[in-house]
């Protein structure tokens, strides 16, 4: 009884659906609670409980300026953004954040109650060794508002700052961070808000817009209240509303997608930004005058502030291929969306996620956001100032399909921090990924009957089917697209690289073209290879865990009495081979559920009171009027590779 109502708890979960107790007798309910204040202290006292193996920890810096914070008020603040990378799943990674307000700013603006906070700075500045440096950060956020800096204060020995821009100091320290493999966001709203934070720091500067399209408001794409503004809002309760944006009802996103023939069959997938456990992330905070992100228009500029600091966009090798800057995501506007009195909307899509793998250059990655509207709480979690009764009190916590949506947005906000990581530190969580499906999954269990088993004398298909349990367990907690790297960095690249090529869909290349090795099975190569590594850090973990007090169940492994583990867990039909995300943006990953998934292979439908975005035309702005108020739904017998169907 109690393992049937802790399955079906774990089901509702992930979509913070109602969960009824009221059968549960006073027994069984002790039960469950004893489980979920495990479950709680397992992610916040990581230590308590895996003395052996710690999470990877990424240091992040968030900084902000002006009107902006990190309150808990429901307006321009960052709480619920920061709460939820505090609050990140899994044993892999945790995150130690340092927030930092380039002016003064209260302690109730810098969450003082928050004792899981590194560090608060405030009045900061790139430049102060004891602020910012290569060796303090991996990865940092920029959420600018300001339009020009006043008042900057200046120690004895910093020069003073242009009130346009962070300073050539500034602006070299951040570089240099960069170029030493520590990842950047950056972000804006509309016009030139966020321009003096941001404007000036290399790569941000031209994969987004800083500053208005046209001194006319009626051909500015992103200004305020024009018809050619960048208006996401999606209709709520009563017509077209500014405060749209802090209701349950999102706007809908349409992702890039990536993709490798194998054979017959195309696997493609979404960025791994907008990639999840539930699937595809099509889904983003609206707001009625968003920015906009571009791709950069020159791409071999030197940069210099003080001395060189190398190319701007670097060269693979030197000499080799040159990664760039990708729109990833496309938003669109509805036609005729005042909200509140703005001149009504021409139907238009805009880039909305700009983001460039800078890892595979040798520097660090980076991103860009339409606006810092997606992590806001008025955007997220409602608006106090609204009328009693108004949906948009509570924003997406109204209802159970939106707190379903806040989950993909919540994905989305963690993927920014773990893909923009370091190298090093992506192998680190890699390594703990692994290690975890040996000590706390049913990966061995399904497979073997015996602990100790010698790898030679171990047949293909074993290896096969450890590799098929893994990747199906670990895409039920990172997604599948962090399966794939995950596999790519751990297997294929140390074992058979000659493989990448063919197997990475992210990589530049010929994705459409078949060179005749499309018929090698290049999949199951790559689940034999994840079942030797598995069964090898099985092993590894085996022989560590000697001497060490384990549960119960890790002990037995330890021990090598496989039979001492709870069984049961494994259920054959993960093992099919399925598509993931729906036929739109089909992932073929075997064992990872079909449809709209939760983290447990279950669809959830398709909102039906959602007003669908348009369907979105190529990977440009577009002024066309929309074909249909929303994307072709799949017919049956209609292939999934089919463009377009959802």
């Not at 800083?210 to 503004?229: C, H, I, K, L, N």
Request: charged share 25%; glycine share 10%.
């Amino acid at each position: 009884m109690v393992i049937a109502v802790q399955r079906l708890s774990k089901i509702m979960k992930p979509l913070n659906l109602p969960f009824d107790r009221s059968f549960l007798s006073v027994e069984n309910h002790c039960f469950l609670e004893l489980r979920e204040a495990l479950e709680r202290e397992t992610v916040l006292q990581h230590g308590k409980f895996w003395l052996f193996l710690k999470p990877c920890t990424v240091k992040l810096l968030l900084v902000t300026d002006g009107g902006l914070d990190f309150s808990d008020a429901y307006g321009f603040g960052l709480a619920a953004f920061v709460r939820t990378l505090l609050d990140m799943p899994g044993r892999h990674v945790r995150f130690e954040i340092t927030l930092a307000h380039i002016d003064v700013a209260a302690a109730n603006q810098m969450m003082d109650t928050k004792p899981r906070i590194a560090n608060r700075i405030t009045r900061f500045r790139f430049d102060k060794p004891a602020h910012f440096g290569s060796s303090k950060y991996d990865v940092v956020f920029l959420f600018g508002i300001k339009t020009s800096f006043s008042g900057r204060s200046n120690d004895a020995n910093v020069a003073p700052s242009p009130t346009d821009r962070l300073s050539d100091t500034e602006l070299r320290a951040v570089t240099e961070v960069m170029n030493d493999g520590g990842g950047l966001f950056a972000t804006g709203d509309h016009g030139a808000l966020g321009r003096a934070l941001c404007h000036a720091i290399p790569r941000v500067r031209n994969m987004r817009l800083w500053q208005s399209t046209s001194a006319e408001v009626a051909d500015d794409e992103v200004s305020m209240a024009g018809p050619r503004r960048d208006d996401t809002n999606r209709l709520g309760d009563v017509g077209s509303q500014f405060d749209d944006q802090s209701d349950d009802v999102p706007q809908d996103i349409q992702q890039k997608l990536y993709s490798r023939w194998q054979g017959l069959f195309r696997y493609s997938f979404p960025h791994p930004l907008l990639c999840g456990p539930a699937g595809a992330i099509r889904v983003m905070p609206d707001h009625p005058h968003e920015g906009e992100c571009i791709e950069p228009p020159v791409t071999d500029l030197d940069l210099d502030f003080g001395g060189p600091l190398g190319k701007e966009y670097s060269v693979v090798g030197g000499a080799g291929s040159q990664p760039l800057p990708e729109i990833i995501s496309v938003s669109g506007v509805l036609s005729g969306t005042t909200s509140s009195g703005k001149a009504p909307t021409t139907p238009q899509s805009f880039w909305g996620i700009c983001a460039y793998d800078g890892h595979r250059a040798g520097i660090g990655r980076v991103v860009t956001d339409a606006t810092w509207h997606h992590v806001v709480n008025v955007n997220l979690i409602g608006d106090s100032g609204a009328l009693m009764g108004s949906p948009r009190r509570l924003g997406f916590l109204l209802s159970p399909a939106g707190q379903a949506d806040f989950e993909q947005v919540k994905t989305h906000f963690r993927n920014l921090a773990v893909w923009r990581a370091r190298p090093e530190s992506i192998s680190c969580m890699n390594s703990r990924l692994i290690y975890g499906l040996v000590w706390n999954e049913r990966v061995m269990e399904a497979v073997l009957s015996k602990t100790e088993i010698c790898l030679k004398d171990t047949r293909t298909h074993v290896f096969s089917s450890i590799g098929q349990h893994a990747r199906d367990v670990l895409g039920r907690h990172v997604g599948a697209c962090q399966t794939v790297m995950l596999v790519l960095d751990l297997v294929i690249r140390p074992t058979v690289p000659e493989l990448v090529a063919d197997i990475d869909p992210w990589i530049d290349g010929d994705q459409d073209s078949d060179d005749g090795t499309g018929w090698f099975d290049r999949d199951a190569a790559a689940r034999h290879r994840t079942g030797r590594r598995s069964r090898r850090a099985a092993r590894a973990a085996a022989r560590a865990g000697r001497g060490i007090r384990l549960w119960p169940r890790h002990a037995a492994a330890a021990r090598g009495d496989g039979e001492r583990w709870r069984r049961g867990t494994c259920r054959g039909d993960h093992l099919a081979p399925r598509v993931l995300g729906g036929c739109s943006g089909p992932v073929f990953v075997s064992g990872l559920g079909q449809g709209r998934l939760t983290g447990h292979g279950r669809s959830h439908g398709t909102r039906p009171d959602r007003v669908m975005s348009p369907s979105l035309p190529a990977w440009g702005k577009s002024h066309e009027p929309p074909q249909g108020s929303g994307p072709a739904r799949c017919e049956p017998g209609q292939g999934t590779g089919s463009a377009g169907c959802q």
